[in-house]
């Protein structure tokens, strides 16, 4: 393509406003030519630069006693683990390339990996939240059958343990579905590498795969609407684990020698993305000599030299006098390793190609909290008063042992026992999850006796009408699980996924998202150190238009003293006692029950206190901690009937217990009221739990107790744990398999 043709004029403004060009030719005080807008084009896109978003994110609290490296600092959050080590998180998008291959999963994967690496960090735990459609519609299946084994391709043989998630279907995700993905890793704080250019001594070296051309302008296309025809779409990516690894392993060797001064991941915005952040953050300016990069094959014009995401690709910065002492230890790997430019001072971004000069531009201009756009859009609220609906405004239902089999057989709700079997959960022999369930998954560190647990949640049924309600709900859960597998919540990572946010009502759920999100985690001083935020999940059909419902979904960290203090959701023995901490209601509100057996898709969220969450968190900390309980799990999706049956299959066993008369049986067993936890208590126990949570002054009751294997209900037999363990254990894969 002709670098200077109308064609390529017309590219970039496919991605620009009229007002952002007229912006753009203020700030540079000339008309920049063609190249240079393509360049403006992929850094101001939404993708990259959160235009639209930025504002509301720098109120979310991201501070904190436990924070190493905040938000929006570098590629990735850190916190403190102690004086040696610590724990690098990150969450990362890749909803647009799936909705065009689903088989992109694996690209996802290396991308939220490689942010870690790129900071020094060995990933150790991998989390995948995945959002789908109607599973009844065959190309729903497929798609789901092909993410899984995307993602499973790439974890599985990069070596990194999938150590939790969540899958969830929705109508609202026919056409977009969503791919978060989080990432953990360890990193030895004196080995961590900044994303920084800081001295004119450096070059700029490409080390890993050759360029491949593919996925330019990626970053504009996720920024964008998806369109069933005629859009542009670019190039698929593809990922290579294997070679993924090698790189990783060659990047902490070279790392171990101190000889890299700073590190950026090539991602969405190519070599532009990287050089132009990591010039930004030290103040210096940068050359790129695009004739030096290595190419896959040779037809790649400069633009797509420049804004290729080729996969398993760092960006290094080195002194030159370290050049030939690294080009040692990468021959030896096996990779290319080849310097393709220079920093210097004047902090302008530089492309050059031989002799001509493709592009010269201010840095600063290109990049996000730079001259890169802020918008605060127009906002409103969709009018829709939320109702919430007690159980005694729906019908009585017929035979509560029969929805009772049906609920756990739900796609919201069955097993993920085929999906996670298709992942190497026990890469690294550090995942202690797949040893026994918990309510976050657990991984040990290697020569410690800490461990980390990570958990994710993000119910966006309770969002649908109350988007900020929908939110704080998910912060308290994932903390919740963290505090039910006897950890401390450390940290928030977040992926908010929405619709148009020039549509006011979708920028209205979102900025109210991120308000929920900020007040929860500001009260439980728990910081958000990572995030990221997908725009434009909505897809044109002809005149019809399908968006996401707002969909933000929370990742969460926290610490163990010692991973022999893992608390687990199983009932341990007969004859154990079952108690409910928290309070139960006639509230069904946004409940899968509600939902199935009523057919309302519709209603506010469930009732939440925050200050009660808080206590209730705090109290079962406690027990957990004085040894007072044998098993913990608190009450989510399906309500405290699946709770149980996910305590009692574990081990085989059932339960035996009584309802309240003030709250009908239905809402008792299916209702998904917030801040509630079922543990059980052992006879040895019993006196001591009880004395404490006198004293203490919270809702508990006794449900009743462990039995052999039957599950019974005011003395009504609901069946036995063999017919549950096959129906929960069988019915995705029944759905989903082929």
């Avoid at 902090?347 to 001509?356: A, F, N, W």
């Amino acid at each position: 393509m002709d670098l200077n043709s109308a064609q390529l004029k017309e590219r970039a403004l496919s991605y620009l406003t009229q007002d952002e060009v007229y912006s753009i030719e203020t700030m540079l005080g000339r008309e920049p030519n063609p190249f240079e807008m393509n360049m403006f084009a992929a850094m101001w896109s939404e993708h990259i630069s959160y235009k639209s978003s930025i504002k509301w994110l720098e109120e979310m609290p991201v501070e904190g006693k436990d924070v190493y490296v905040p938000a929006r600092e570098e590629n990735a959050g850190v916190i403190h683990i102690n004086d040696e080590l610590g724990c690098v998180v990150k969450m990362e998008s890749h909803n647009h390339p799936i909705a065009v291959d689903p088989r992109q999963g694996a690209v996802g994967v290396g991308n939220v990996n490689r942010d870690l690496i790129s900071m020094g960090a060995e990933p150790v735990g991998q989390l995948n939240i995945l959002r789908f459609g109607n599973p009844k519609m065959k190309h729903i299946r497929d798609m789901v059958n092909a993410v899984v084994a995307a993602l499973g391709s790439y974890s599985n043989n990069f070596g990194v343990p999938v150590v939790g998630g969540e899958i969830l279907f929705d109508d609202s995700y026919n056409f977009n579905p969503l791919v978060n993905l989080m990432s953990v890793g360890i990193v030895h704080k004196s080995r961590m590498i900044k994303a920084t250019l800081s001295d004119v001594a450096q070059v700029i070296v490409l080390l890993g795969k050759k360029t491949s051309g593919r996925g330019v302008h990626g970053a504009g296309f996720a920024s964008k609407a998806i369109k069933n025809k005629g859009q542009m779409v670019p190039d698929s990516q593809i990922a290579d684990p294997a070679s993924g690894k090698i790189l990783m392993d060659c990047i902490h060797e070279v790392n171990g020698e101190g000889l890299i001064d700073g590190m950026q991941d090539i991602g969405a915005g190519g070599v532009l993305c990287a050089a132009a952040e990591m010039a930004f953050r030290g103040r210096m300016g940068v050359e790129i000599q695009l004739d030096k990069i290595p190419l896959l094959r040779e037809d790649i014009d400069a633009l797509g030299i420049l804004l290729s995401q080729t996969q398993e690709q760092m960006l290094l910065a080195v002194h030159g006098e370290d050049v030939d002492r690294i080009r040692v230890i990468t021959d030896r790997w096996g990779l290319e390793y080849t310097v393709i430019g220079s920093v210097t001072e004047g902090e302008r971004i530089r492309i050059v190609e031989g002799s001509t000069v493709h592009g010269d531009l201010p840095v600063q201009l290109l990049v996000r909290g730079g001259g890169a756009p802020v918008y605060i859009r127009d906002m409103k609220s969709r009018g829709k008063t939320p109702r919430a609906v007690s159980a005694e405004e729906v019908p009585v239902p017929g035979n509560l042992k029969n929805i009772a089999r049906t609920m756990v057989s739900l796609p919201n709700i069955a097993s993920r026992r085929w999906i996670y079997e298709q992942f190497d959960t026990m890469a690294g022999l550090s995942n202690l999850s797949s040893e026994q369930a918990s309510d976050a998954g657990i991984v040990k560190i290697d020569g410690y006796e800490i461990a980390l647990a990570m958990s994710v949640d993000g119910n966006s049924r309770y969002g649908r009408l109350e988007p900020r309600t929908g939110a704080m709900i998910a912060v308290a859960e994932a903390s919740r699980n963290i505090i039910c597998s006897g950890g401390r919540p450390l940290a928030v990572a977040d992926c908010l996924n929405y619709g148009d946010p020039s549509d006011p009502f979708v920028y209205y759920d979102f900025a109210e998202s991120v308000k929920g999100i900020s007040e929860v985690c500001r009260r439980m001083e728990i910081p958000v150190i990572a995030g990221n935020v997908s725009f434009y999940n909505l897809t044109y059909n002809g005149e019809d238009i399908s968006s996401v419902i707002p969909t933000p979904v929370i990742g969460m960290v926290g610490i163990l003293d010692s991973h022999e203090e893992v608390m687990t959701v199983n009932f341990r023995n007969k004859g154990d006692m079952i108690f409910l901490i928290g309070r139960s209601d006639n509230d069904i509100s946004s409940s899968e029950y509600l939902s199935f057996v009523h057919l309302i898709n519709e209603s506010a969220a469930p009732k939440f206190d925050l200050d009660y969450e808080m206590k209730l968190q705090d109290v079962v900390g406690k027990l957990i901690k004085n040894q007072l309980v044998k098993s913990a799990h608190d009450v989510s999706l399906g309500g405290l009937f699946v709770t149980l049956v996910e305590c009692a299959l574990p081990g085989g066993l059932g339960f035996d217990i009584t309802s309240p008369a003030e709250i009908r049986s239905d809402a008792f067993l299916f209702g998904e009221s917030q801040s509630r936890v079922v543990v059980s208590v052992s006879s040895e126990q019993e006196t001591d739990f009880l004395d404490y949570m006198m004293e203490i002054g919270i809702h508990f009751s006794a449900l009743g107790h462990v039995t052999k294997e039957e599950f019974r209900i005011d003395d009504v037999s609901f069946g036995f744990i063999s017919d549950y363990a096959r129906d929960f254990e069988n019915a995705l894969e029944s759905l989903l398999g082929d």
